[in-house]
């Protein structure tokens, strides 16, 4: 009995080694690409909230931490969030973000976060640019806001409901689908 129970946790420990090995190995080889060309002095305005530490325009790219993510979202309590967490070098964020963008538009109750990490910033603002993404981000180049959400790497997306309560997560790509049942829980 013993020795199947170990044999048991032995599968299970090594399925999720693996699975987290896949999971990082989808931006780990990922091509940094700086392109320092574009720019993206817009300044189109965010969903009006009385977060003061919430970026006013796409383009303003803070500088945080991990206390001020927490600022930041403890800010946003009453309105339910979704934080999605990115870099410009990263092949599976450049997939997921049309849809985020277009699901901002959808949803204007929902206060879309952008976290970009292990960036650089003239590669943030094209891949801001380049998207044309509607919604503000925060800029961590350490990283220490992903080690914080427990995660490997970019991209990881979190829906928090008005309570501030994470009440969905997906680490690695994010699906239509899985946007769709994140969105279904926090925006009721």
Not at 114 to 139: C, I, K, M, N
Request: hydrophobic residues 45%; contains cysteine; charged residues 15%.
């Amino acid at each position: 009995m013993c020795r199947a129970f170990y044999h048991a946790d032995m599968t299970r420990r090594l399925v999720a080694v693996f699975a987290s090995m896949f999971v990082a190995a989808s931006c780990v080889g990922c091509a940094h690409t700086d392109d320092v060309g574009a720019s993206v002095g817009s300044t189109r305005a965010v969903n009006a909230t009385s977060a003061p530490t919430l970026p006013t325009t796409v383009d303003a790219l803070p500088t945080t931490d991990v206390a001020g993510l927490r600022q930041l979202l403890g800010e946003l309590v009453g309105t339910p969030v979704v934080l999605n967490v990115w870099a410009s070098w990263c092949a599976p964020c450049r997939t997921e973000t049309p849809a985020l963008v277009q699901a901002a538009a959808a949803n204007p109750g929902v206060q879309f976060v952008g976290v970009d990490v292990q960036d650089s910033r003239t590669g943030a603002e094209a891949f801001l640019s380049e998207f044309a993404v509607t919604y503000p981000s925060v800029f961590d180049p350490p990283g220490a806001i992903q080690t914080d959400l427990h995660m490997l790497g970019p991209p990881a997306t979190f829906f928090y409901d008005v309570g501030g309560q994470q009440v969905d997560r997906v680490l690695g790509l994010l699906s239509p689908d899985a946007l769709q049942k994140g969105l279904a829980q926090i925006a009721a």
